[in-house]
């Protein structure tokens, strides 16, 4: 591949099927199920995971390979769910820490149920570019003084976000579609919400743009032609000013916003 007339290293990547699933059910703390809420495996150890959605009936379905997870869940409304040790063996049995038992899945005698519990309090606050609102930008919190991580997105219209959490000292951070990462703020809750924890990019700072197409050189001159744009590549951006990142369009174009340095 090569991205504006520059040649890219050639990586062969390997592909293993994921042929097991780990299946579960998903409730609250009223023991009522939860839909459409996002339940992820990951593996710590291989580096990799795989999520799926809760179902109208709060099952879900992940699909594996065989290894060891962690598995937990996150619902905008809701929060996130205690974290789960998984282990699916070779035959595609499941066990749920470190029991001995293999699950049943989502019913049976010995169901995996995931518990999501909404925490006692609320951050909240809004997303702008500095005027208009910003939706769909990344936000994240994570305690600093104990266990403790929560999630959101801004509201598409709004730029609005709510992050549920329970007391203590929490770091605050944002992604802003196409300005990157926003400083991280300090929070302390302590028996009451925090409102007004906004982001924007910074005053003052100068942005620069780079624009360009990521293609296969098919024809081998050694330029772009129109049908060589590859879809769906990450174009990251790092340095001492920030970082950002996009994908790049259908005909293999981009266009990435930084702070110049």
Known sequence: AKINGFGVTNVDLSIQVADKTIT???????????????????????????????????????????GSYVVGSFSPDLGQSKEVAV????????F?????TVSTGASGANPLVLKITQPDYKITGRV??????????????????????????????????TLYVDNGSWKVGAFIPGFGQASEQTVTVSGANKSDIN??????????????????????????????????AVIRLSGTAGTNEVISGSDGAFSVRVPSG
Do not use: C, Q, W
Request: glycine share 16%.
């Open 87 to 94: 282990v699916v063996d070779s035959s595609g049995s499941s």
């Open 96 to 100: 749920v820490d470190g029991s001995p």
């Open 128 to 161: 702008t570019d500095g005027t208009n609102a910003v939706g769909n930008a990344s936000i994240y919190a994570y305690r600093t003084d104990g266990p403790g991580h929560a999630d959101a997105i801004t509201d598409s219209s709004t730029g609005n976000y």
């Open 199 to 232: 982001f924007a990019p910074t005053s003052g700072t100068t942005y620069s743009i780079l624009s360009g197409a990521i293609y296969e050189d098919a024809s081998g001159n050694n330029g772009f032609n129109a049908g060589e744009g590859l879809e769906g």
């Open 24 to 66: 579960g059910v998903l409730k609250d703390e009223n023991n009522k199920t939860v839909a459409n809420a996002m339940v992820y495996a990951y593996s710590s150890a291989g580096g990799f995971g795989s999520h799926a959605e809760s179902s109208a009936s709060g099952v879900f379905a992940i699909k594996v390979i065989a």
